[in-house]
């Protein structure tokens, strides 16, 4: 059965630490990785991950795929209380994508 | 370019009735996606339009049911509400065919009493 999972499931950090997000996934014909942030209802786009752009970056944002141990990372570095939100990975296919639980993230002055 | 847009906003519901939901795409895009979003649980997969055609559905009973219109926006039908249907229905809009990056709307917050 198609899975993904992310950890932690929740984290509180100060404002200016870095933060690790992890994201693992079991998706049948697997096609691409996707990260989203999300604050209040609708989830905005961040990233998406193939096998042909395994790394991407945006800002303080950047994540990166490992295709061999079907894994991916998100990282935040220089944290602002604007990135409290919880951040969901999903994993697709052709015709489905599996969020994960997503991570939920405080960032505190 | 408007983005997604979904209605209504907030829908309650009694046990047992039926909850219609709209969505419309991007201007142009022609798949839409469903997903429900309980309470404590993540984005669960529902349904996938793509040119008017279901394409694939996720792991939810029969009573979940859709369909795309010619011009795109779709509907998703809920019959025979349980208190459990209580959720944020989202719905998403692919830039391409396929599950690529996708725009969400914001949201139908639906309350099964």
């Known amino acids: 059965e198609d899975k993904v999972v992310q950890s932690p499931l929740s984290l509180v950090v100060h404002e200016g630490d870095t933060v690790t997000l992890n994201c693992s996934y079991e998706v049948t014909n697997f096609r691409s990785l996707l990260w989203y942030k999300q604050e209040k209802k609708a989830p905005t786009f961040l990233f998406m991950l193939t096998s042909s752009g395994i790394e991407k970056k945006s800002g303080r944002l950047s994540s990166i795929l490992d295709k061999k141990e079907l894994s991916s990372i998100l990282n935040i570095t220089a944290t602002q209380t604007g990135d409290s939100a919880i951040y969901l990975c999903?994993?697709?296919?052709?015709?489905?994508?599996?969020f994960g639980p997503g991570t939920s993230l405080s960032v505190i002055p | 370019e408007a983005g997604v847009t979904q209605s209504p906003t907030h829908l309650i519901k009694t046990r047992g009735q039926q909850a219609t939901l709209r969505c419309s795409p991007i201007s142009g895009h022609t798949s839409v996606y469903w997903y429900q979003q309980a309470l404590g649980l993540g984005l669960q997969f529902l349904l996938w339009y793509d040119e008017g055609e279901e394409r694939n559905r996720g792991n939810f009973p029969p009573r979940f049911s859709g369909r795309q219109f010619p011009n795109y926006s779709s509907e998703l039908n809920v019959n025979a509400l349980e208190l459990e249907d209580s959720a944020l229905y989202l719905c998403a809009s692919p830039r391409e065919r396929g599950p690529y990056e996708q725009y969400f709307g914001p949201g139908t917050r639906l309350t099964v009493t």
């Open positions: 999903a994993g697709s296919s052709y015709d489905k994508v599996i």
